[in-house]
């Protein structure tokens, strides 16, 4: 029997579909009809509509597609290299967390800390006369790297967000190799399987369904990247460090070019939404 | 029974929780700069405003802030949106254009000429209308250190060395100076002669600091080089004139300096607080930067090391002699204010003497006329240079208090930096820089 019937559902579920309706779809639509309107911040209450052309303008500009690449080579590398990192320190760090389970709370700090803050830090950390790598790299060889100018800037960021969101994919993997049942292993162990082919042919394929959601959760968050990216170098000396959510914020906000910028933001929806899409086959496939 | 009580306590309290902002609205709100002397200086000034006694608790000042990143976008959605949650805002010079649609013009009186001079009044106009009082003035300030120049100009074996470096470098004959009658190749000279990439006997690591981020606010420190130089961004008859040789003097020189290494590797990411923490380390010599600086920059206890010897002076001169980018902070009228009435009271008491010169003396930093700025010179001796520095060599470019000023500066600083880095040629950034304006500042 149905612990609430059919109508009671609906009942209770009404108020959270009117939520999502207004607090998602609401600013969806005003934003697809931004998309194809002439808009600005005098004329926000009475765009006029005006055909693709916003979307003509976003496609046709060669800073979009430069964003696009940055935005394509920053969250393919970072999540990456968070990826194959986590996956190293869970299966290394395993028998030591099992003993000492407290030294996962220092090993996740770097997740508490908002992006902005860590763009900060590292503004202050990096800093040739106040922060303290540039000042022992000055004592110990007598000069230090320009980290953020137009050559560096790049390697910098990828590395600022590899040591924030490195512990998100441990910590996803951890549980999943943790969660390898013992026989498994036992039985491995008993065929002669080194433990470099266990972890290659036994634990990894069990895993790789976390593996494929985290990859795909870092890959998003890295696409999408603003706040570190915008605290520690801004858009970049002539735009090299322009993220996707960058380029639609300055469009917004800085050149006032509403319409072209919403035009962008719903391109990225849907490049989101394929992402997703594609995830969901690939962890579908898996479980079939 | 006690459910009825409870529901009629929750009503109350919700009641009362909607009655609140309402009673809360009988009062004149004012959105403040965040942060800084700015604000010290607006809440001692309020303070005072609603002790007097003429001043109905309706027309009470109320003081709002919020965070100076990104302050001027959330400005605009606020204002775009009909805010009424303030009635008064905060204006400056480089956004009046952007904000005189959700604004109103305010007549300050007659008087408002006398305190604070009609070219300080100017940088709160737009089309001719008065649309703030002018609260804060900001420009800068050539800071660099007097031991360091003072050892260079008594010393005979460090005056040759400077003349091989300026004929090496730029090609031209000089010799050490004052800084006070530095042209922009007599301080390149130094920058370079005090830089250890060009001459490894200099006492610091650079010369100077570049402020060479991509932001809009580097753009005007740079902006005073090539203005010097005849440099502005339209003509008499509106045509963008950012291609002159003005500007690419300048850039060519901030490139120049760069690549020499007299500024910092990462002086491409450089903003105020970089600059400042470059130059306040005492590894570099000169730094043009902002005038609000100065009070840091010349405190011992804030910057130890180069507080007793830090000397200021104007911008160096070019051709067209000295220049010096200006602009005002003010307050001015929301359109959608829910109190004008006691808004414009306010916005005139401002405008009195009185004010201003109380303002001043709680750490602000308006330009005062010359009578009104010796009522202060005692207690605040910076505002006599800062006033003099502004009548003297002030100056707004063609186009900057337009809608699309702050636009223009982006732009600029998106191209000029490309250029600094490498990424672009000068007439590539020169000729997109000019396109972009084209654009932005047409009618």
Redesign the interface.
């Known amino acids: 029997m149905a612990i609430v019937n059919r109508a009671e559902g609906r009942a209770y579920l009404t108020p959270l579909v009117g939520f999502l309706l207004f607090f998602l779809g609401f600013p969806a639509a005003v934003n697809l009809v931004y998309s194809i309107s002439t808009v600005s911040?005098?004329t926000?209450r009475s765009p006029s509509l005006s055909g693709f052309g916003n979307y003509a303008a976003v496609l046709a500009d060669h800073e979009f597609w430069g964003a696009v690449s940055f935005s394509m080579r920053f969250g393919v590398l970072t999540a990456l290299a968070e990826c194959l990192i986590g996956l190293f320190l869970a299966v290394f760090l395993t028998p030591l967390l099992a003993k000492r389970s407290y030294l996962m709370a220092p090993l996740m700090l770097p997740l508490m800390v908002a992006p902005a803050m860590i763009g900060l830090m590292y503004?202050l950390v990096?800093?040739?006369?106040?922060g303290p790598v540039p000042y022992y790299l000055f004592e110990w060889f007598g000069d230090?790297?320009?980290?953020?100018?137009?050559d560096n800037?790049f390697r910098t960021l990828l590395v600022v967000e590899i040591l924030q969101w490195t512990p998100f994919a441990f910590l996803l993997f951890y549980m999943a190799y943790a969660a390898i049942p013992l026989e498994v292993r036992e039985a491995a162990s008993l065929d002669g399987a080194s433990a470099l082919k266990a972890l290659w042919w036994i634990e990894v394929p069990l895993m790789l369904p976390t593996l494929v959601i985290a990859f795909f959760i870092r890959f998003i968050d890295g696409f999408r990247v603003f706040d570190n990216v915008y605290a520690?170098?801004?858009?970049?000396?002539?735009?090299?460090t322009t993220s996707l959510s960058i380029y639609i914020y300055?469009a917004f906000?800085?050149?006032?070019a509403i319409g072209k910028a919403v035009a962008a933001s719903v391109v990225l929806f849907l490049a989101s939404l394929a992402v997703l899409y594609g995830l969901n086959w690939i962890t579908g496939r898996g479980r079939r | 029974m006690k459910l009825n009580r409870t529901s009629f306590s929750a009503a109350a309290v919700l009641l009362a929780s909607v009655a609140l902002p309402g009673i809360s609205h009988a009062t004149v709100t004012v959105l403040g700069w965040p942060g800084g002397s700015e604000e010290t200086a607006l809440r001692a000034t309020v303070e005072a405003y609603n002790a007097q006694s003429g001043i109905a608790d309706a027309d009470k000042v109320e003081l709002l802030f919020f965070n100076r990143d990104g302050f001027f976008d959330k400005l605009q959605a606020d204002m775009a949106a009909g805010s009424d949650a303030f009635d008064v805002n905060l204006v400056a010079t480089y956004s009046i254009g952007r904000y005189a649609p959700y604004m109103e013009p305010v007549d300050l009186g007659a008087d408002a000429g006398k305190v604070f001079g009609e070219s300080v009044l100017k940088t709160m106009q737009f089309d001719g209308k008065q649309y703030g009082v002018p609260t804060d003035l900001s420009l800068h300030f050539m800071y660099y250190r007097k031991d360091l120049v003072d050892a260079l100009m008594q010393d005979d074996a460090a005056k040759k060395k400077y003349a091989e470096i300026a004929k090496e470098h730029l090609g031209k004959d000089l010799q050490p100076k004052d800084p006070d009658s530095w042209t922009w190749d007599d301080w390149a000279a130094t920058t370079l002669y005090f830089s250890k990439q060009v001459n490894s006997e200099s006492p610091v690591r650079y010369g100077t600091v570049l402020q060479m981020k991509n932001l809009l606010f580097n753009m005007m420190v740079f902006q005073s080089l090539p203005r010097s130089y005849g440099a502005d961004w339209t003509d008499k008859d509106g045509n963008v004139t950012v291609d002159s040789d003005a500007y690419k003097t300048g850039l060519e020189l901030y490139k120049k300096l760069y690549d020499a290494g007299a500024s910092p590797k990462d002086s491409l990411s450089y903003e105020y607080a970089e600059t400042n923490a470059a130059y306040g380390s005492g590894q570099a010599a000169t730094a043009l930067q902002w005038n609000a600086a100065a009070a840091d920059l010349t405190n011992a206890e804030k910057t130890p090391a180069v507080a007793a010897v830090t000397g200021i002076v104007a911008p160096p001169a070019g051709p067209n002699g000295r220049a010096d980018h200006i602009h005002g902070l003010g307050l001015g009228l929301n359109k959608n204010a829910k109190n004008k009435e006691g808004a414009v009271k306010f916005l005139k008491w401002l405008a009195t003497e009185d004010a201003a010169l109380l303002y001043a003396r709680s750490g602000g930093s308006p330009a005062l006329a010359p009578d009104v700025a010796a009522k202060v010179s005692k207690e605040r001796p910076d505002l006599v240079k800062l006033g003099e520095f502004a009548s003297q060599y002030g100056y707004v470019m063609n186009g900057a208090t337009s809608a699309n000023a702050l636009s223009v500066y982006e732009l600029q600083a998106k191209e000029f930096t490309g250029y600094w880095a490498g990424q672009q040629s000068l007439e590539d950034a020169l000729a997109h820089t000019k396109t972009g304006m084209q654009d932005l500042l047409k009618k």
Request: glycine share 20%.
């Open positions: 911040f005098e926000l503004r990096l800093h040739e006369f106040a230090s790297p320009a980290f953020l100018d137009v800037a520690l170098t801004g858009s970049g000396a002539g735009g090299s300055q906000f800085k050149g006032g």
